[in-house]
């Protein structure tokens, strides 16, 4: 019993974090149909930077995010106009930012070689004290607690945005329909450009807490988090920001029921569950159809 | 009646990869004018209105707009200068309610911040028959519904010039009727309407003048009475002389 509960916040933690982690990919693909395959490098980005914070100005964290995200923010808003207007001018934006940002993914990874060389990195647990805390009879670091806190956060903050501002009333409209929302006054340009660059703040947010929850940053954990962030918002649904926690939920839960009872299929389990959601319901669990093109 | 030019298009030309969908159109529309734009399938009547409404970029020739030249302006600085349109396949904001799509037209669809935002959306509604539906999502109208919320929310964005694509299609005579009586109430808010139309009865009802578009070209424009009779019209709509 005391395994089943143990499995049981453990899971909850990380679907927290998951949610953080996908939650921009999601945005930027339900606003712009572009598939930013560089997702992960720039939660890497960001860890990075959480790190030298931690090292060299003892910023937890929590801190950090001061610095993380306005400038992952800016970083978005200005990669934004030379990339994504030229994609969505292509006869195939979705295809055409495949190519693109997979890229991106390996000139960033080649750069963080470059600056941060192949070593793992992570954060020292000890920043947050107690190191741990009992939640629901199950003792787990004090590290988890504050990722999952800051993640839901996180994604409340982007509710807020979505459903109590004018920005995400476009925001809305836009990823309902491109073409009614510009008919109707929408500037695409600046509700995308905003999206994007809320996009790489929030990965950026997820990176500074990788390394706290058992992801040691390295140049090549990029590709983990992209991998995992795109199963999450397919099970969620793609283009549904808010689907991203079901899809979270989903995959963390899978991920660490198996791992507490079958650890050898704990990599696999969750990748089943995604290709039984693409067969049986392959808009995502809380998709409203299958995508139109 | 007809004043000076509002709307003006001058050798406009849209391809798409080797394929003319409109061909050195030029055609013009004054205040106060509402000109019913005919053809037949294909002709390019729904790629103008694309092209007017910034949907699509011309590839060549003039559009302006009140004296202003609008090529390559973006469609939201287009609705925000006064050119709206209406869809020829209604897609309402389906996650929102039938109010809520109009708000989005009242908010974002002109400049400037409205203060009269609860009767500007009420009296919209109610001119288009959607008082009752308007807590109502947008995903539960009918096809007639759907198509007057489109038109609600052009008409939220308090156009100069509304482009209307056939807002007729697919209804029966009734609605028909009730749609041209609603298009010549919306005439007298407007600077100028352009009306995209299959349906001849129902374009008669709301102007006289047409243009008739072939193949990406103005075959004709002037009355609807003469067009009716005119050989290149006839030729396209009926057939050649001694075609089966």
């Known amino acids: 019993m005391s395994l089943f509960v143990d499995a049981f916040v453990t899971s909850m933690l990380y679907a927290a974090f998951f949610s953080l982690a996908a939650l921009g990919l999601n945005l930027v693909f339900g606003v712009m149909r572009i598939v930013n395959l560089a997702h992960g490098e720039f939660l890497v980005m960001g860890s990075y930077l959480a790190i030298a914070l931690a090292i060299h100005y003892g910023f937890n964290p929590v801190l950090s995010l001061a610095v993380v995200v306005p400038l992952f923010f800016a970083i978005g808003l200005l990669l934004y106009y030379p990339l994504v207007p030229r994609l969505q001018r292509s006869d195939d934006p979705e295809m055409s930012s495949f190519i693109l940002f997979f890229g991106v993914s390996f000139a960033m990874e080649g750069l963080a070689v470059q600056f941060f060389g192949n070593n793992y990195q992570e954060m020292n647990y000890a920043l947050f004290r107690p190191l741990h805390l009992n939640l629901l009879n199950s003792t787990v670091p004090t590290a988890w607690v504050v990722t999952a806190a800051v993640s839901v956060a996180a994604i409340v903050a982007v509710y807020l945005y979505l459903y109590r501002t004018g920005l995400g009333l476009k925001t809305r409209a836009l990823m309902i329909n491109r073409d009614e929302a510009m008919a109707n006054g929408v500037n695409i340009n600046r509700v995308s450009a905003v999206a994007f660059g809320f996009s790489i703040a929030l990965a950026a947010a997820a990176g500074s807490f990788s390394s706290l929850i058992s992801y040691p940053t390295s140049p090549s954990i990029g590709d983990t988090f992209t991998l995992i962030s795109f199963a999450i918002i397919i099970i969620g649904a793609l283009g549904n920001p808010l689907a991203t926690v079901l899809g979270a939920v989903v995959f963390a839960y899978a991920y660490g029921y198996t791992d507490i009872y079958l650890p050898n299929w704990s990599s696999i389990v969750p990748f089943i569950i995604l290709i039984a959601v693409i067969l049986a319901r392959p808009q995502g669990l809380l998709g409203r159809k299958a995508r139109e093109f | ?244």
């Open chain 2, 1 to 244: 009646m007809e004043g000076e030019v509002i709307l003006s298009l001058q050798g406009v030309t849209k391809r798409f990869g080797s394929m003319e969908a409109l061909s050195r159109v030029s055609l013009s529309l004054g205040r106060g004018q509402t000109l019913g734009l005919i053809g037949p399938n294909g002709s390019g009547k729904t790629t103008l209105i694309n092209v007017v409404s910034g949907l699509l970029y011309a590839d060549a020739g003039t559009l302006s707009f009140l004296g202003r030249r609008i090529n390559g302006m973006s469609p939201h600085r287009r609705s925000h200068l006064g050119i709206n349109r209406t869809f020829q396949i209604p897609h309402p904001f389906h996650g929102l309610t039938v109010r809520e799509n109009v708000d989005i037209a009242l908010l974002f669809g002109r400049k400037g911040r409205r203060t009269d935002m609860d009767q500007a959306a009420e009296d919209i509604l109610k001119l288009t028959g959607l008082s009752d539906q308007s807590g109502q999502m947008a995903s539960s109208l009918n096809t007639g519904q759907k198509k007057m919320l489109d038109l609600a929310k052009a008409l939220a964005t308090e156009p100069k010039v509304l482009l209307v694509d056939e807002l007729a299609a697919g209804l029966n005579a009734a609605e028909t009727d009730v749609v041209a009586n609603l298009l010549n109430q919306v005439k007298k808010s407007v600077e100028g309407m352009v009306i995209v139309e299959h349906v001849m009865n129902f374009i008669r009802k709301v102007t006289e003048d047409v243009a008739v578009l072939d193949a990406g070209r103005v075959i004709f424009s002037g009355k609807f009475a003469d067009a009716v009779s005119d050989p290149k019209v006839m030729e396209v709509y009926l057939g050649t002389k001694g075609s089966p």
